[in-house]
């Protein structure tokens, strides 16, 4: 399972007075569009990215699915929209993973907190935007199923760019 943190968004404030339609900014784009490309170096495989509703997020799922061997599909999870119940997006998820390999793209510090209930730890993992990790994940029915195989920021993965 990979965790994305969605790439560099416009500022809130009155040109964005609805939040969940706040797009990504040209360098977010341009940032992001460089670090998948790190993550294609690193062959990074997906089966499917499930996404937050958010026009951030989808924006940054159609860069990652389009960067990315095989094209997966992109599918809207509305429990990955920001403040969603921790338990509800387990249960969401764990329907949707089943045996494949998907990435999540979300928001903090929702997909901190995620990762660090996947992997046992205390506190939130730290994302930037445009970061990603990697949890290989057996089950979804345990309380500490994952391991944290890699954490990378967007500059680690845009210098893996070939």
Do not use: N
């Not at 993550?39 to 924006?59: F, G, N």
Request: with cysteine; hydrophobic share 50%.
């Amino acid at each position: 399972m990979y965790l994305v943190r969605h790439a560099i968004a416009a500022a809130r404030g009155p040109e964005w007075p609805d939040d969940d339609v706040r797009p990504l900014t040209a360098r977010g784009i341009s940032s992001f569009t460089k670090a998948v490309e790190g993550l294609a170096a690193l062959d990074v495989v997906v089966d499917e990215v499930l996404t937050s509703p958010l026009v951030r997020a989808r924006q940054t799922a159609d860069l990652l699915a389009s960067g990315l061997a095989g094209h997966p599909p992109v599918r809207v999870l509305q429990a990955l929209a920001p403040g969603s119940a921790l338990a509800r997006v387990m249960e969401q998820v764990a329907g949707a993973a089943r045996g494949r390999r998907v990435a999540l793209v979300g928001h903090e510090p929702d997909l901190g907190e995620l990762a660090a209930f996947l992997i046992g730890a205390r506190h939130a993992i730290p994302f930037k935007k445009g970061g990603v990790c990697r949890i290989d994940v057996e089950t979804m029915a345990s309380r500490a199923p994952g391991t944290l195989v890699w954490l990378a920021t967007p500059g680690i993965l845009r210098r893996l760019a070939t």
